[in-house]
């Protein structure tokens, strides 16, 4: 089984922790083919940075369709992008959001979110309506970490973020902690030891539904919502985007 993995940001070290992430769980027979957008913000933090980062990830996920991947990662907790890639994919895609919202709902009845900003609360709270979970998040919560100082050793970012899940654990009762953002992903296991609870990492999340989804042989309807984009002249920059379904 070949996986592709892509960040939607431009920062290759990122790219290559969140690989990382992505091999210690995958099964002995799966091979992860991790790439970097070759275009957009360094790193994503919003509604403009995801918006600057979809050309550079529907780049990605074509030039992998034409390495016949079985099945594509999208590693922005976002899951920026998920929905175009859906439609220009023959494979299945999943984002690391979604996968870790899924996972944290079959093992809590309540959980919390941690993420970086508090700009990108918003997002995480609009998707987690929006996949019919917001029910069962205590709280989203922001732990001020900007999303580069994830990627800086000398960054106090891990303190931080623990804090904030000891507040998710003590003030929303929450029984489970989902980290929130990609760069997060060699975190998971140490903060769970430490604070008690599962503490979970997307990344890992969408490997393991993704392998699940490529065994049964299920893939993205392409009934409706996800039908392939129609063929028509894209202008500008965007010249080279056009579907040529």
Do not use: W
Not at 34 to 57: F, V
């Amino acid at each position: 089984m070949r996986l592709h993995l892509v960040n939607p940001n431009t920062t290759q070290s990122m790219t290559d922790k969140i690989a990382a992430a992505a091999r210690l769980v995958a099964a002995d027979a799966t091979t992860i083919l991790a790439a970097t957008s070759r275009m957009g913000p360094a790193s994503i933090e919003g509604y403009y940075d995801d918006a600057l980062a979809l050309p550079g990830l529907v780049d990605a996920v074509a030039r992998a369709e034409d390495e016949a991947v079985d099945g594509h990662i999208v590693a922005c907790f976002d899951d920026t992008g998920v929905d175009a890639a859906r439609a220009l994919a023959r494979a299945p895609v999943i984002g690391i959001g979604e996968a870790g919202f899924h996972m944290a709902s079959l093992i809590a009845h309540r959980f919390s979110v941690v993420t970086t900003l508090s700009r990108s609360v918003p997002v995480i709270e609009a998707n987690l309506d929006r996949y019919g979970l917001a029910r069962r998040c205590a709280r989203v919560r922001a732990s001020d970490v900007a999303v580069l100082e994830l990627e800086d050793p000398a960054s106090d970012a891990r303190a931080r973020i623990s804090a904030e899940i000891g507040r998710a654990v003590r003030e929303d009762h929450a029984e489970a902690v989902v980290l929130g953002c990609a760069g997060m992903a060699d975190l998971a296991r140490a903060l769970g030891q430490e604070h008690g609870v599962p503490v979970i990492d997307g990344v890992a999340c969408a490997v393991a539904l993704m392998e699940g989804l490529v065994r049964v042989g299920l893939a993205t309807s392409k009934a409706g919502a996800y039908a392939p984009p129609r063929a028509k002249p894209y202008a500008g920059l965007l010249a080279g985007f056009a579907p040529q379904g």
